[in-house]
């Protein structure tokens, strides 16, 4: 029972007629790709943080039970320990991570100035059937695939010791369902 409604989230005229009778909104919407935003963070601002603020508004307005945020773990920067806590310090350091950033906090200021009911997740790099099998950024499991699949050898970038955490798509679901229904 799921509708796939293809719109930019960034105007807002046809955007509230969407929302009446929603009872969860699972915000994933945005755009995702570091070089892409340094080469356009206009783009970027608009999708993610302009669209953010209309996706909560017309959720406000239509009175959902929850709302769930997909943030972006890149907030944190380069971070100089692992694993990363959720109040370590915030460095964005591309205009996608800042951008996510932003958006997040407009959420979370939603909560705390309307009472409006959201969570915020930010996680890594997520993955599962349909990956994405190029790209050099956030798809690591998907080159390795692909050079499997095309028996090249597997391919490390720099010197092997790098640590990224890893979040299969359905465990991802789950948490999302989880966190819509929790108080």
């Known amino acids: 029972n799921v509708k796939i409604i293809k719109i930019d989230i960034s105007e807002n005229k ?6 009446r009778g929603v009872s969860y909104v699972f915000h994933l919407a945005g755009l995702a790709n570091i070089v ?7 783009k970027y601002f608009k999708s993610n943080v302009i669209g953010t603020f209309n996706v909560l508004q017309a959720s406000k307005k ?7 945020y997909a943030a972006s773990a890149s907030c944190y920067g380069f971070p100089k320990k692992f694993p990363i806590k959720e109040n370590d310090k915030i460095e964005p350091m591309y205009p996608y991570a800042f951008t996510k950033w932003q958006a997040e906090e407009l959420v979370m200021h939603w909560f705390k100035i309307y009472n409006f009911p959201a969570i915020s997740f930010r996680f890594f790099n997520a993955y599962g059937p349909r990956s994405r099998t190029t790209n050099v950024y956030g798809a690591v499991i998907g080159v390795f695939l692909k050079q499997k699949i095309e028996d090249y050898p597997l391919t490390i970038v720099g ?10 798509v359905r465990d991802l679901c ?7 229904k929790s108080n």
């Open 174 to 180: 789950e948490a999302f369902y989880k966190a819509a």
């Open 14 to 19: 046809k955007l509230k007629k969407y929302f």
């Open 62 to 68: 239509a009175k959902v039970k929850k709302f769930v």
């Open 159 to 168: 010197n092997g010791k790098q640590k990224r955490d890893f979040l299969f």
């Open 36 to 42: 892409q935003s340094i080469e356009n963070p206009n």
